[in-house]
């Protein structure tokens, strides 16, 4: 069956520290997709990255980045120089391709907050 | 652009009252979902839909019955409000064809179960 682990509950570092989110997934699909979203404080789910399970390159957005890594599982995102306004809850989500549906598992979030 | 808009944003029940929580989305995507939003439990899906006529359970059904009778609308129903149900509720659509796409969320209804 397919899980989502996002073992670090809560992240507080000081603004302009970087960071690093785990992602840990679990699945017996060879082709799956993998994303990131952010929940800000006022509640919206916002879309941040998506990785299909063939493309193993990491990507860098500004300040994001993110490391897809199959032979460990992992798929962990890094803010470099955070800012106060990435304070939110950070969700991994994993999508399979077997089920022929858009179907998203959540892990159970990092909530990060940057003090200034 | 509207997006996915959900109605009512906020919602207080008593027990054993119905409601239904509304969905509506307006970039004609064939997928739609719903996922309740618990705290320490991440998004859980309860139902999904890949096209008008056609729905099909997620991991946590019990409770809820959707239907989709046009391509943009996705209504969720409480039959019978549980305490158990209350929780934010967030409605999801994507395009499909392009495989796994990203899903757009809709803002969320927090849900009260007295």
């Known amino acids: 069956a397919q899980k989502v682990t996002q073992a670090q509950t809560e992240i507080s570092v000081v603004e302009k520290e970087d960071v690093t989110l785990d992602c840990v997934y679990e699945?017996?699909?060879?082709?799956?997709?993998l994303f990131w979203y952010k929940q800000p404080p006022s509640g919206e789910l916002v879309f941040l990255i998506r990785?299909?399970?063939?493309?193993?390159q990491n990507e860098i957005s500004g300040r994001y980045s993110w490391n897809f890594q199959k032979s460990t599982s992992s798929f962990n995102f890094t803010i470099t120089a955070s800012q106060v306004v990435d304070s939110a809850v950070y969700f991994c989500?994993?999508?399979?391709?077997?089920?022929?549906?858009?179907?998203?598992?959540f892990g159970t979030g990092t909530r990060l907050t940057v003090i200034p | 652009n509207a997006g996915v808009t959900q109605t009512p944003k906020f919602q207080v029940l008593k027990t054993g009252q119905s409601m239904t929580l509304q969905c509506a989305q307006d970039?004609?995507?064939?997928?739609m979902s719903w996922y309740r939003q618990d705290p320490g439990m991440g998004l859980r899906l309860i139902h999904y839909?890949?096209?008008?006529?056609?729905?099909d359970q997620g991991e946590v059904p019990n409770g809820y019955n959707v239907s989709r009778s046009t391509t943009e609308d996705f209504p969720l129903r409480l039959l019978s409000a549980a305490p158990s149900q209350t929780s934010v509720y967030f409605c999801?659509?994507?395009?499909?064809?392009?495989?796994?796409?990203?899903?757009?969320f809709g803002q969320g209804t927090r849900l009260t179960v007295v």
């Open positions: 999801a659509s994507s395009m499909t064809g392009t495989q796994n796409a990203e899903a757009f």
């Open positions: 699945t017996r699909d060879t082709t799956y997709y």
């Open positions: 839909s890949v096209g008008a006529g056609i729905t």
């Open positions: 990785r299909n399970s063939f493309d193993e």
């Open positions: 989500a994993l999508s399979e391709a077997g089920t022929g549906a858009n179907n998203l598992f």
């Open positions: 970039m004609n995507h064939e997928y």
